[in-house]
Nanobody
Framework: QVQLVESGGGLVQAGGSLRLSCEVS????????MGWFRQAPGKEREFVAA????????SYVDSVKGRFTISRDYAKNTVYLQMNSLKPEDTAVYYC??????????WGQGTQVTVSS
């Protein structure tokens, strides 16, 4: 059974920082791409960032490049999303996901991030 549990969301002022965590149980963590997605009210879910199994390759949506950093800790079976210089448009529910093959198959329950102006 694979489970992903996000934490670290909250309310922050514009320009502030938050670090999201996603603890993964099950065998997928060490071998698969892990990603972060977000969904704002009234909008479709969008890709934010991803990291490969070795941690040597990362990718980001253009709107967060230079502000967000994805990383993973194998000892803790956890993937992180460090978010700096937050903007009101970053407000969304953030989801952690695990990729199997070409599909993000495993999803967490989401954590709310609210950035006030």
């Amino acid at each position: 059974q694979v489970q992903l549990v996000e934490s670290g969301g909250g309310l922050v002022q514009a320009g502030g920082s938050l670090r999201l965590s996603c603890e993964v149980s099950g065998r997928i963590f060490s071998t698969y791409v892990m990603g972060w997605f977000r969904q704002a009210p009234g909008k479709e879910r969008e890709f934010v960032a991803a990291i490969n199994w070795s941690g040597t390759y990362t990718s980001y949506v253009d709107s967060v490049k230079g502000r967000f950093t994805i990383s993973r800790d194998y000892a803790k079976n956890t993937v992180y999303l460090q978010m700096n210089s937050l903007k009101p448009e970053d407000t969304a529910v953030y989801y952690c996901a695990g990729k199997v093959g070409s599909e993000y198959r495993y999803w967490g329950q989401g954590t709310q991030v609210t950035v006030s102006s």
